[in-house]
């Protein structure tokens, strides 16, 4: 027979596990209750938001910037202005350093048409600079050209030509005189995903091979 001692402890632990998960449920349900909910309201005018944002960009339309709720005014006005090249917009904007840098966005666009490096070089907001600069030095493939700047900006305008005569030539080993080491690795990365032409004449090999021409013929297409 069991002895009533060790039943009586049993159903003592019985008894404590239970009031033990019931106490745990207790604590769960309280937590679930005084999670802080989600503030549907704010989700609501958030996604009104980006819509009106929207509308003002693709209306030019400025009135529903005055309608947002959870969004910024001034960033309201910004991609207006950005997206449209309007630089009027720009002069709505009320904080002095993000009007500016709107000003300079929009301006770089006549910049870079006009091949203008020296304007570049006039804009104040070193983000705006770079990219304007970066932009103008695409469309070259001559190193004589970056002999007219100095210090950072002739670096910068030779990593980058080098970087177009190494795709134009799909050749690697140009890729190594270029100086900042992440421009050089993803010089590098991009040529090796060029197909290989052996015969110049636009065809890849591997596509020659798969229509049964010569890779090494240009005139076999």
Known sequence: MIDSTKIKILL???IFLFLLSGALAAIWLNNQFNKPKTDLKSETNYGDDIKLSQKAQTEKNLSYCDQLKSLKKDDCIYYAAINNNEL???????????????????????????????????????????????????????????????????????????????????????????????????????IETIPKDSDGDGVPDYLERSYGTNPFDPQSK
């Open 88 to 190: 009027a917009f720009c002069n709505l904007i009320s904080d002095t350093a993000q009007a500016k840098k709107c000003s300079e966005i929009v301006a770089i666009g006549q910049i870079i048409t006009n091949k203008d490096s020296q304007k570049c070089l006039s804009l104040t907001v070193e983000e705006v600079k770079t990219d304007c600069l970066t932009e103008i030095f695409r469309q070259q493939n001559d190193l004589k050209y970056c002999a007219t700047f100095a210090n950072e900006v002739k670096v910068l305008c030779e990593d980058i030509v080098y970087t177009n005569l190494a795709f134009t030539a799909k050749d690697q080993i140009i890729c190594d005189k270029i100086q900042s080491a992440d421009n050089k690795i993803n010089c590098q990365s991009a």
């Open 12 to 14: 003592a632990i019985i």
